[in-house]
């Protein structure tokens, strides 16, 4: 355990030093400085640079509308797919109403759009760097430049780097920067010795609830920190404002991040002096190391709060993992669960009946067998509700939606389950209450599982011709269509009216026409097309409905006018 307890600490330094090491902090902050005494206030620069090579865009510090400072949701500006993510929860995400107004002046403007349409064409990279309120529009118009990849499936790559920016918005956008697997395109750069900027991030905190994304590196004249859990990043801002030099010219503090970068390798090649002492543990010798950089070593009433702040970076930072490393046992403790429901549906599809799998526990009676089956439905509800609830709430690492062995136990999920759900829906009558199942009773794991496969396959289930039909039906909400269409079927033959007439017969045409490509494709399982399932009654009675009545639309208008045939 010894030496996992050393390495996070290292590893806070490392990231700095690996940071300080390469010329992204040094080139960004050239830009920054450049915008910042060359150029009006609110403007931009890009870099020049050949085909292939990275581009800087940086903005320069603006004078913020002091009517503007309250909250706001973010602007639908993002993709629909970010901007649902944002937006799904009770919370929405929100950020500063002078930030948003600021950016959205920017994009308007035909030359930034000119500007970013030239880099799109020339550059795989492009780093957006800003100083004070401009790093508040790099991060924004990084947030806005990778939702924008996310349509055309580009393989740029993005990163944001800030000097003394202020918080954005709050703890929702910080968690959906984190689903969308973007919280290392951030790098937030904050001198210790930037009061003015401390104080600002602290006060926002606390009276906006404003929150930090991203990475954030904490450079003092001993060297430098790197966090990137929101927590300790919040925490360690609280202590470094203890603990800062009064002595010190801060408002010029604010300007002299350059001196700051430009001391930070030499700084480090120098370190050995106070590397392992005789006697201390690497887990101590960690925490020396973290803290010196930070120039909390040597005050003594702040040195328990920043380890406990440590701490609390590493135990938060490794919990994810650990939480994953369980999540597989529980998801291999489940499997009998599924193994449970797929024998029963081998079952009904067998039975004499001919009503298949979801009709059979549609009219289910009360026998052991069948409740058993309703509880293994319920407990694999339940395993997927827990997971999608430590997602949320940054209890499994964030890029869980990516990886393929759980999408694809998702999917299977989804696909051997949901049918009974719309089953125990229209059975219990909850229709009739609350409306139709896709639009009133889908559970919400559905459309989070939906969004999962949808973000690691585009969408699509892999399409191959079938000799067989499917073991399971490729549309899980396929039985929730057949009870709408059912509905309509009904309607049709006891509505007056012209035009509800003309829709509901349109919507049964299309839904034959999405049926039948279904089961032609073999895309449906045997359940479907069973002689006596609900797909099969329903296709028999829309048939007989087709023969007793000829549709046509009239020349002079567009209502719709149904002839009984003779």
Known sequence: ????????????????????????????????????????????????????????????????????????????TFTDDLFCALHRRDKPAMVHAGYLHLFLNLIRCPNF???????LKKSKSIVFTGHSIGGVLASLSALWFLSSLQTTKSNMSVLCVTFGSPFLGNETLSRAILEQRWGGNFCHVVAKQDINVLTTLISSQIHFSLWPFGGYMFC??????????????????????????HNLDHDQDHLNYGDYIGKLSFQFLRREDRFIEEGKSSYETGIILALQSSEISNQELCFEEAKDCLRTARTLGRAPNMNMAKLSN???????LRA?????????????EKLGYYDTFKRRGDSKKEMKINMCRLRLGAFWDNVIKMVENN??????????????????YKLLVEPLDIAEYYRSGEHRVNGNYLQYGRERRYLILDKWWNDLNDGEIRKYERSTFASLTQDSCFWAKVEEAIKWVYCIRNESDKSKLYRLWENLNEFENYAMGMVVRKEVSIDVVQANSSYSLWLREWGELKSQFQPFQSHSTTAFELDVAN
């Open 220 to 245: 003092s004249r001993q060297g430098a920190i790197f966090l990137e859990n929101a927590t300790s990043v919040v925490k360690m801002i609280h202590l470094m404002v203890k603990t800062v030099d």
């Open 330 to 336: 529980k998801l291999a403790e489940i499997t009998p």
């Open 1 to 76: 355990m010894e030496a996992d307890n050393s390495s996070s600490f290292e590893s806070s330094e490392m990231q700095a030093m690996f940071l300080a090491s390469t010329p992204l902090l040094s080139e960004s902050w050239k830009f920054c400085n450049h915008i910042n005494t060359a150029a009006a206030a609110g403007s931009f620069v890009v870099s020049p640079a050949a085909a292939g090579e990275v581009v800087y865009v940086a903005f320069s510090g603006v004078q913020l509308d002091q009517t503007c400072l309250n909250l706001v949701p973010l602007d639908n």
């Open 340 to 352: 449970q429901i797929q024998w029963y549906k081998e079952i009904c599809d067998k039975k004499g």
């Open 113 to 119: 759009q000119n500007q970013i349409g030239e880099i």
């Open 395 to 412: 209890k499994l690492p964030y890029d869980i939606h990516k990886r393929g062995k759980y999408v694809m136990a998702s999917l299977f």
